[in-house]
């Protein structure tokens, strides 16, 4: 019985690890920029010879890259698929959407991990910090903890048919910058969101451009829960 639901997850697995494979050269680029980001910012402790500063620094900098890793390999997840025009074989799957977002989740779980430990090794190569003594494994356990709350923030609700339908988000990077640069708004501010959230039924349903019209009827910079976009027929 438990196999009939492990099979498909690890199958999503390995098959975004297929996928992250084709492209490991560039990979190999985005992880050593985020090496020589991630240093430049550490070695703002070291050159003030801080080394509290410096660890200070290096953990804000590795827990950053490890959820923006795991945020965006879930949140782009879709777009890959459409990349590779495999996107409607996944929806047509005999498999439920919980075991699909499972496997994805799962992956963008290994994977940012993995990135983070070779980001953590240029680090000390560039740093120079000692991680004698260090409970790595602890702090392995603690990130694979709290990325079960994270995933959440890489996923929208969507509901609707070809005359439209309705988009929900607990939590976003723009409310959360907004709010923090500039506090509560009287007016929704997530114009780009519309956008996409209108291409997006247009493609799954095969519409052409600008079919549908979206408006976001509940905002979270203005006081609501969660933010809601609602698309309707042009």
């Not at 890259?65 to 997840?77: C, D, G, Q, T, V």
């Not at 994805?104 to 740093?127: N, W, Y």
């Amino acid at each position: 019985m438990l196999e009939r639901y492990l099979r498909p997850m690890w199958a999503f697995v390995f098959r975004d690890w297929h996928l992250t494979r084709r492209y490991m050269s560039w990979v190999a680029v985005f992880v050593f920029y985020a090496i020589v980001n991630s240093a430049t910012i550490a070695l703002i402790g070291k050159a003030q010879d801080d080394f509290r500063l410096t660890l200070t620094l290096l953990l804000g900098v590795l827990l950053w890259s490890f959820l923006s890793a795991m945020y965006n390999e879930i949140a782009n997840s879709i777009s890959y698929e459409r990349w590779e025009g495999t996107l409607e074989y996944t929806f047509m799957a005999p498999v439920s959407r919980l075991i699909h977002l499972t496997g994805v989740s799962l992956f963008a779980i290994i994977f940012s991990v993995i990135r983070t430990i070779v980001i953590l090794v240029g680090l000390v190569l560039f740093i120079q910090v000692s991680v004698t003594g260090a409970n790595l494994l602890g702090v392995l356990v603690v990130l694979l903890v709290a990325s079960l709350a994270f995933m959440g923030l890489g996923l929208m609700a969507a509901s609707g048919t070809a005359a439209g339908g309705e988009v929900k988000l607990k939590h976003t990077h723009v409310d959360e910058g907004w709010i923090k640069k500039w506090g509560p708004h009287n007016k929704p501010i997530n114009h780009v969101t519309c956008g996409f959230v209108a291409a997006m039924f247009a493609a799954a349903f095969a519409r052409p451009a600008r079919s549908y019209h979206v408006t976001e009827t509940a905002s979270i910079v203005m006081g609501a829960a969660e933010r809601v976009h609602v698309a309707k027929d042009a």
